[in-house]
């Protein structure tokens, strides 16, 4: 089965830095990814997916990932983080859905 | 509005006490599944359904129960919580294949059995 890792559980950066965020996977077949977002109390919603096709996936607030076979990785960037950006997010393979355990993005003014 | 709803947003309750947490969707989607997440471990699929009276196991399935009598909804059904079952739920839905379309999600069943 799939599994996914994201790399630091918290990440802390200053308002306008850059967002990198980890996430690998483990599969000989290169599955679907995504990553969510989950602001507080709210669910988790949508912010990009890669499923065939070009590697460099845009979604929604700026964000991009970059699927990486050579690397099993989908890398979650932004080149400037804003405080709205402050959430948890959330990497996943598959059409079962494995999440990773969560990396809570924090933004420093 | 496009949605998956889930009632209780909040929930306490004593150990032994059957509730069932509700999931509605009105996207017309064939495949629904339920999540808890808790802290360091991300989600957790507990139940999966590909359509209607078609359900599975997820990662997690001891000690709750699903069915799925309606497309639109998908209940969750502890029948003698315990303490670890205390978390955050989440109720997902999508088109098939999930894989293409990911998933939308409702906003969270918070339960704590005492």
């Known amino acids: 089965a799939q599994s996914v890792t994201q790399l630091g559980s918290h990440v802390s950066v200053s308002e306008g830095a850059l967002v990198l965020l980890r996430c690998n996977y483990s599969?000989?077949?290169?599955?679907?990814l995504f990553w969510y977002v989950q602001y507080p109390n709210q669910g988790l919603q949508l912010l990009l997916k890669?499923?065939?096709?070009?590697?460099l996936v845009k979604g929604i607030n700026g964000f991009e990932a970059e699927f990486k076979k050579s690397e099993t990785s989908f890398h979650l960037t932004k080149p400037s983080a804003h405080m709205s950006d402050a959430a948890e997010y959330f990497c996943?393979?598959?059409?079962?859905?494995?999440f990773g355990a969560g990396t809570r993005l924090t933004v420093k003014p | 509005e496009a949605q998956v709803t889930q009632n209780p947003r909040y929930l306490i309750t004593v150990t032994g006490k059957k509730l069932t947490v509700t999931c509605s969707q009105n996207?017309?989607?064939?495949?629904m599944s339920w999540y808890r997440q808790d802290p360091g471990l991300g989600l957790r699929q507990i139940y999966y359904?590909?359509?209607?009276?078609?359900?599975d196991k997820g990662d997690v399935p001891e000690g709750y129960k699903v069915s799925r009598k309606e497309k639109r909804n998908f209940p969750l059904i502890l029948e003698s919580p315990s303490p670890n079952q205390t978390s955050l739920y989440f109720c997902?839905?999508?088109?098939?294949?999930?894989?293409?379309?990911?998933?939308?999600f409702g906003s969270g069943t918070r339960l704590t059995v005492v």
């Open positions: 996943a393979a598959n059409n079962d859905m494995r």
């Open positions: 890669y499923t065939t096709g070009a590697t």
């Open positions: 997902a839905s999508s088109s098939r294949p999930a894989e293409v379309y990911g998933y939308t």
């Open positions: 359904s590909m359509n209607v009276e078609v359900t």
């Open positions: 996207m017309n989607h064939e495949y």
């Open positions: 599969s000989s077949v290169p599955p679907y």
